[in-house]
């Protein structure tokens, strides 16, 4: 596989970034990304209940990743999480390397995370915010099609118009995610011209993601048509397909107040219930257009192994 700048920039082996989950992307998931030669990120989020406190977890969760893991991993912080002025303080004293920042304005944090030497990446799904992004300094622009799962951009632009626009318009390395599951797509999203790619729903359905195992399976038994965009008057968010999508494309279509929805959803409580918890029927599952392609769930390992080894014969095969 290609070794290419991203892989210079954050010091991994293939241009694979396993992105931030909101309650599932586990530490242990993490390391395992980072150990098969990626990028794991860990989201602050994972293993929190209602009592926890979301600084002392994080601090636990870098410390374990530490002896998991001896590669380099990040985190993923997105930006509109309350404390989070308290988080980007505990990443910059525990001196993790890389944090990847999304959902929010790159100027509020990036100065503050660069001064304390941590590379940053932010996500993007527009080329004025790529250029936005790299004028006030991160590293490089992750930019996310409305295919993937979990909150979209305004647009709706496809990582496949969305990454070559990106690439033509920024000097930073461009991760494209979004719709990217196996060597095909990583193939692809590297012709049009990114550095790398940033997959979420492939590593849902993997044995080291602590997500609830009815979400891991209705993710294999997701069709190409089984997920949806809700809430895009507060925020488009891809979902699997469920009565809770349905209430809230009910709510958008008779003119429910962005209030009325927020409360319906509570701040990712659906989403905690039907990832963690496991009921897909009062919760949620973000959940990317791909799954419909996922068929089993793997090992991290096999993953990896699955796209590293098929890379060369898919390339082979264009010529
Ligand atoms: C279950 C789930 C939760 C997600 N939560 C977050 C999050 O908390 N922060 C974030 O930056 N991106 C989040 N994402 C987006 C992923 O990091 C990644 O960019 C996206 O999944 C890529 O598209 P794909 O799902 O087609 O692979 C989430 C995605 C999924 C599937």
């Excluded at 794991?40 to 406190?53: C, E, V, W």
């Excluded at 503050?112 to 941590?118: D, R």
């Excluded at 990114?194 to 849902?204: E, L, P």
Aim: aromatic letters at 4%; proline letters at 3%; one cysteine or more.
């Amino acid at each position: 596989m290609n070794r290419t700048r991203l892989c210079d920039l954050l010091g991994i082996q293939f241009p694979i970034i396993q992105g931030g989950m909101v309650w599932i992307a586990n530490v242990e998931l993490a390391a395992a990304v980072s150990n098969a030669g990626g990028l794991g990120l860990i989201s602050h989020t994972a293993g929190l209940d209602k009592s926890s406190d979301q600084i002392a977890s994080l601090k636990q969760q870098i410390k374990k990743a530490r002896s998991l893991t001896s590669k380099p991993f990040g985190i993923n912080l997105p930006l509109q999480m309350p404390g989070i002025e308290d988080l980007i303080d505990a990443v910059i004293s525990e001196k993790v390397g890389i944090v990847v920042t999304a959902a929010g304005n790159p100027a509020t944090f990036t100065a503050q995370l660069k001064e304390a030497g941590i590379k940053v990446l932010h996500v993007v799904a527009s080329v004025k915010h790529a250029q936005s992004a790299e004028k006030k300094g991160v590293d490089a622009v992750i930019a996310e099609g409305y295919e993937a799962g979990g909150h979209n951009g305004l647009d709706e632009l496809t990582t496949f118009v969305l990454v070559p626009q990106v690439a033509d318009a920024v000097k930073v390395p461009v991760v494209a995610a979004g719709g990217i599951a196996d060597a095909r797509g990583v193939v692809a999203a590297l012709a049009l011209g990114a550095d790398g790619v940033q997959m979420g729903t492939r590593f849902v359905a993997t044995t080291e993601c602590i997500a609830h195992q009815n979400f891991k399976e209705a993710i294999v038994k997701a069709s190409d048509t089984d997920t949806v965009i809700t809430g895009r008057r507060i925020g488009p968010t891809r979902i699997l397909k469920n009565p809770v999508a349905e209430k809230l494309l009910e709510m958008e279509s008779a003119g429910a107040s962005a209030e009325e929805m927020v409360a319906f959803i509570g701040l990712e409580s659906r989403s905690r219930l039907g990832q963690v918890e496991g009921d897909l029927i009062n919760g949620q599952g973000h959940c990317g257009a791909i799954a419909g392609m996922i068929k089993e769930i793997q090992s991290v390992s096999d993953v990896m192994q699955g796209i590293i080894q098929n890379y060369d014969a898919v390339v082979r095969s264009l010529k």
